[in-house]
């Protein structure tokens, strides 16, 4: 086997010198996941320049059997893009692929590489006069080929769907490096099986998506937003379902959040509380259209038949891009709030919408006794059944000796997330962190066709080894 040494010589006579290195300081940054959870090794980082470059890795490495960990802007939370301790692995990043092909406003559409930020994409759309409506906190950094390899989801699945929804086509290198030009626009097209969706959501293991066609919607002339103080979860349930059936696909978002969450940014992050009395429960609403006018009226009925049910305690609509940006700032910041409180032990399920009252209930209560004092976190995206079903430490607890329990309060969340007929991974995929966990959630059935496609596509099993399966 070849040292490392050899090893970035061969790749940086595929990518070139500045692209393929082995020096510890410069690898840093790739062989971490933000929050810390995973620090792992790696024989060296090569950042390639094209597709032909990708294919040219791959091939090599294929044929030597060497390890590789696709990753785009290390901002997963399952630890899918961070090599293992071994120090015997590839790390692929897809950030120099960051062109921006084409954007087609015709056809509603646009073609993007891997490494292009969720943010610049955004942003392309919105100079054609279009949406590109994949929303996520980490969106400034966050690349299309992440956000792809991991389905992800974010505030406006509701209207959208995932990204599984906004894709028409895929680039993809396979791992012997064969490459599948699937760039297609087309919104029809029964020829065989629909391939790109084996890569979406695959995490890395069975291809390396390098560029996308991503569908376009027309942009908002109109949005409104509203922040409204709840008495329980069952009267978030009423609201949707009364948005849903006066404003239909206009909503695109609506948020759960608890009042710890409210307190959580107010007191580290710099925001203000939305309404001048507290509620148990808060529920933030937007609804947009491509129209400009009569979102305003919509949503005042809405809130106005709420009030008069005891749905909604109080509301407020935000009146300026100042007003809304602060609203939406309340729930954008709850995560990186939590850390201020201590440890968090943190879930990412989905259930069905009725269920999700109840839940929250017979959830907390089950946390409760199973670990007193302890401060559950549920919220998030209800509006289309996707909680963070997170766990605060109680007050004065060690944070190690709290986190030392996460397995158990893993058993209690994923537990009762199985009974109501949900799942263990909404939007942020399996990783490593939940890879132990899917043989226990995940039909036997569903399990071997995942593996034969596995062998398939990747026999030697070079793709990002320990993930997922």
């Given amino acids: 086997m070849l040292d490392a040494a050899a090893v970035v010589a061969q790749l940086a006579a595929i990518v070139g010198e500045k692209y393929a290195f082995?020096?510890?300081?410069?690898?840093a940054p790739y062989l971490v996941e933000w929050r810390g959870l995973y620090r792992g090794k790696a024989l060296c980082v090569v950042r390639p320049g094209s597709v032909e470059e990708v294919s040219r890795v791959l091939t090599l490495a294929n044929m030597q059997g060497r390890k590789v960990i696709p990753q785009g802007g290390n901002t997963g939370l399952v630890g899918a893009q961070v090599p293992h301790e071994s120090g015997d692995e590839i790390v692929l990043s897809l950030n120099r692929m960051d062109r921006i092909r084409e954007v087609d406003p015709l056809s509603d559409t646009m073609v993007v590489e891997a490494g292009v930020t969720l943010l610049?994409?955004?942003?392309?759309?919105?100079?054609?006069?279009?949406?590109?409506?994949?929303?996520?906190?980490?969106e400034g950094?966050?690349?299309?080929?992440?956000?792809?390899?991991?389905?992800?989801?974010?505030?406006?699945?509701?209207?959208?769907?995932?990204?599984?929804?906004?894709?028409?086509?895929?680039?993809?290198v396979l791992a012997d490096g064969r490459v599948w030009h699937g760039l297609g626009k087309l919104r029809k097209d029964n020829t065989g099986y629909d391939l790109k969706n084996l890569f979406i959501g695959a995490e890395g293991t069975l291809g390396v998506i390098t560029a996308a066609?991503?569908?376009?919607?027309?942009?908002?002339?109109?949005?409104?937003?509203?922040?409204?103080?709840?008495?329980?979860?069952?009267?978030?349930?009423?609201?949707?379902?009364?948005?849903?059936?006066?404003?239909?696909?206009n909503v695109t978002t609506f948020e759960l959040v608890p009042r710890l969450g409210i307190e959580m940014s107010v007191n580290y992050m710099g925001c203000r509380d939305p309404l001048q009395g507290q509620h148990p429960w808060y529920a933030l609403v937007e609804l947009?259209?491509?129209r400009d006018e009569g979102l305003e009226g919509a949503l005042e009925e809405i809130l106005g038949a709420a009030m008069e049910a005891g749905e909604v305690e109080d509301a407020v609509i935000a009146t300026?891009?100042?007003?809304?940006?602060?609203?939406?700032?309340?729930?954008?910041?709850?995560?990186?709030?939590?850390?201020?409180?201590?440890?968090?032990?943190?879930?990412?399920?989905?259930?069905?919408?009725?269920?999700?009252?109840?839940?929250?209930?017979?959830?907390n209560a089950a946390l409760e006794?199973?670990?007193?004092?302890?401060?559950?976190?549920?919220?998030?995206?209800?509006?289309?059944?996707?909680?963070?079903?997170?766990?605060?430490?109680?007050?004065?607890?060690?944070?190690?000796?709290?986190?030392?329990?996460?397995?158990?309060l893993n058993r209690v969340v994923h537990g009762l997330t199985a009974r109501y007929g949900g799942s263990i991974s909404a939007e942020h995929g399996i990783g490593r962190l939940k890879?132990?966990?899917?043989?226990?959630?995940?039909?036997?059935?569903?399990?071997?066709?995942?593996?034969?496609?596995?062998?398939?596509?990747?026999?030697?099993?070079?793709?990002?080894?320990?993930?997922?399966?």
């Fill in 213 to 249: 066609v991503l569908k376009l919607f027309p942009r908002p002339r109109q949005m409104v937003t509203a922040m409204c103080g709840l008495p329980t979860p069952a009267a978030a349930l009423s609201l949707l379902g009364r948005a849903k059936a006066v404003a239909g696909n």
């Fill in 141 to 172: 950094t966050c690349t299309i080929g992440g956000n792809l390899g991991s389905n992800a989801g974010g505030t406006a699945v509701l209207a959208y769907g995932n990204a599984r929804d906004l894709v028409l086509g895929l680039e993809v």
């Fill in 435 to 469: 890879r132990h966990l899917l043989a226990e959630v995940k039909d036997p059935v569903a399990l071997e066709m995942m593996r034969a496609i596995k062998a398939t596509l990747d026999p030697k099993g070079i793709l990002n080894p320990g993930k997922v399966l």
């Fill in 320 to 363: 300026s891009l100042d007003q809304r940006n602060a609203l939406w700032k309340l729930r954008e910041t709850l995560s990186e709030a939590q850390g201020f409180e201590g440890g968090s032990v943190k879930h990412d399920i989905a259930l069905p919408l009725a269920c999700i009252p109840q839940f929250i209930e017979e959830c």
């Fill in 22 to 27: 082995a020096d510890p300081e410069a690898m």
């Fill in 369 to 408: 006794q199973a670990m007193p004092g302890c401060r559950p976190l549920p919220f998030g995206h209800m509006g289309d059944g996707n909680l963070h079903y997170n766990v605060t430490q109680p007050v004065g607890m060690d944070k190690q000796a709290f986190l030392a329990r996460w397995d158990e």
């Fill in 288 to 290: 947009s259209s491509a």
């Fill in 120 to 138: 610049r994409a955004q942003e392309a759309a919105e100079g054609a006069d279009r949406l590109f409506p994949l929303s996520l906190a980490s």
